[in-house]
């Protein structure tokens, strides 16, 4: 079973516009990590946001918020106001913390392009 | 301020030839990952260094090998490289296995 899914292959948003990308994980560690990536073009996997299992608040920086919802398991990333410049390769990701590894587990990705 | 550097970002080999990729960090943290990504998918970890403990993923073949001279260096030896072994080879730190940072990737064509 997937422990990572996102069901988005692809989104398209107009510039200025919030867009919503969709994560959703399995697990059964009480103690784990969700993060998101971009991955442009160019290659680079850039960390945007990370949100534990125990924090109580939804993590926010700058325009990327992760809208986290335990008792659902998901772990949508929201971008708001979009630029050009978001377009690229969402990974939505995850680390179960009692685990003896440090294994990122991700998602297949969710392309978003992002229009004037 | 690069924080992760790989090297070359680009490398083109021949089936069957010997290559090795590098890393390099100025962050200090003490877990090195290399990650395998083929076009359109996600990436795929082929082993860590925890500190000085290397881990193996249980599905990386015995053709990739990896060595971790000090905290700041790590290497991917791909022994003979198939054509099944093009792909971007991402490096990529942590410190105690929380948010990991990736360097640029090296593109690896095989011809």
């Known amino acids: 079973a997937q422990k990572i899914t996102q069901t988005q292959p692809g989104m398209f948003v107009q510039e200025k516009e919030a867009v919503t990308l969709d994560c959703t994980y399995d697990?059964?560690?009480?103690?784990?990590?969700l993060f998101w990536y971009k991955q442009p073009s160019s290659g680079e996997m850039i960390f945007l946001i990370y949100q534990g299992s125990y924090d109580q608040q939804n993590a926010t920086e700058g325009r990327y918020s992760l809208n986290f919802q335990k008792a659902r398991k998901s772990a949508n990333l929201v971008i708001s106001a979009s630029q050009l410049g978001d377009s690229a390769m969402y990974f939505c990701a995850m680390r179960e913390f009692s685990q003896a590894g440090t294994a990122l587990i991700f998602g297949k990705g969710t392309t978003l392009s992002v229009s004037s | 301020d690069a924080m992760v550097i790989q090297n070359p970002r680009y490398q083109v080999t021949q089936f069957g030839k010997p290559v090795t990729l590098s890393c390099s960090q100025t962050l200090n943290h003490n877990v090195m990952y290399w990650y395998q990504q083929k076009s359109s998918q996600a990436p795929k970890l082929l082993f860590h260094y925890y500190d000085k403990d290397f881990n193996n993923e249980a599905d990386t073949p015995d053709n990739f090998q990896s060595r971790r001279p000090n905290t700041s260096f790590c290497f991917l030896d791909i022994r003979s490289p198939g054509l099944g072994d093009a792909a971007m080879y991402l490096c990529?730190?942590?410190?105690?296995?929380?948010?990991?940072?990736f360097g640029p990737g090296t593109r690896l064509t095989v011809t």
């Open positions: 697990t059964s560690d009480p103690s784990y990590g």
């Open positions: 990529a730190t942590s410190r105690e296995g929380l948010e990991q940072y």
